[in-house]
């Protein structure tokens, strides 16, 4: 089933519009970031088994000239869950996040604590960009195959600066991700193009998005409900390390965390019977 042949539901938030989409029964996920992306990353088999709605948040959308891009904050994220979670009927949801939008789902939980059963991170940094970044490239270096080191050489030779000068800024931005390939995927050679198609939206909005991580530290424990948290986080992710968590995990409770073997940044999609497996167990576990 595509993306369009999904129920699209929607509400205004800042000006803007924020669409979700539904699928499956059992107990709901409510999945931050896209409501084009996300679907297409979790399983049907999945789907059997709980409610999974994915919903858009402002960078990854199509902005009015009416919204501020100065307004967007973990605040206002935190608001835009919160309506999305009352528009769609819902009581308390398991949230999850991936990759950046992971942190988002804490900061929601630390704002609406009364509605968030349990919190999934799928791919999300503790830390800042900067020590991403850091952590990433000491990753690469010491555990990328030659092999993966070439592919990512040739890929990026394939896309020079004045092709990538010749795209609108969403598109190059998307290239770049597309051809990044081996620091995201297991398969260095997987192409992701088909995850991003019908998705519109605006670099401003991305950038402000990334610069809430240039000062960033991941203070769930101290200030969140200690509800149970799950990590989940891919072997062959370059981009964002499961090393990183290294030093974060001492301080943390209630927390689950998972690395598989056979995945990058994105392990729903690359390893669905095992992710699922994880998952499930973990929701029913007391």
Request: charged residues 20%; proline residues 5%.
């Amino acid at each position: 089933m595509s993306v369009e042949d999904i129920k699209q539901n929607a509400v205004c938030v800042a000006n803007t519009t924020l669409k979700f989409t539904a699928e499956g029964s059992g107990t709901p996920l409510l999945v931050i970031g896209s409501s084009i992306y996300y679907p297409r990353t979790f399983s049907q088999k999945l789907k059997q088994h709980c409610k999974i709605i994915c919903a858009d948040l402002p960078h990854f959308v199509q902005l009015t000239p009416a919204f501020r891009l100065g307004s967007i904050s973990f605040e206002l994220y935190a608001n835009c869950i919160e309506s999305i979670r009352i528009a769609a009927g819902l009581e308390e949801v398991v949230i999850v996040g991936h990759s950046h939008h992971g942190n988002i789902a804490l900061e929601y939980a630390k704002r609406y604590p009364q509605n968030v059963s349990r919190i999934v991170l799928i791919g999300s940094p503790p830390v800042d960009i900067a020590h991403t970044v850091a952590g990433s490239e000491r990753y690469w270096i010491s555990h990328a195959s030659d092999n993966r080191k070439a592919i990512l050489k040739h890929r990026r030779n394939l896309i020079d600066e004045k092709y990538m000068a010749s795209l609108f800024p969403e598109a190059a931005y998307v290239a770049q991700y597309v051809a990044d390939a081996p620091l995201y995927w297991y398969n260095p050679t997987y192409d992701a193009s088909w995850l991003w198609q019908g998705m519109t939206f605006g670099m401003e909005a991305v950038h402000s998005f990334r610069g809430l991580y240039q000062v960033y530290e991941m203070n769930y424990d101290t200030e969140s409900p200690k509800v149970p948290v799950l990590i989940v986080m891919g072997r062959y992710d370059y981009a964002v390390p499961h090393t990183l968590w290294k030093n974060a995990l001492s301080r943390l409770q209630h927390v689950t965390f998972k690395v598989l073997d056979r995945s990058g940044h994105t392990p729903q999609l690359e390893q669905p019977n095992a992710f699922d497996k994880i998952l499930l167990e973990w929701l029913h576990r007391q």
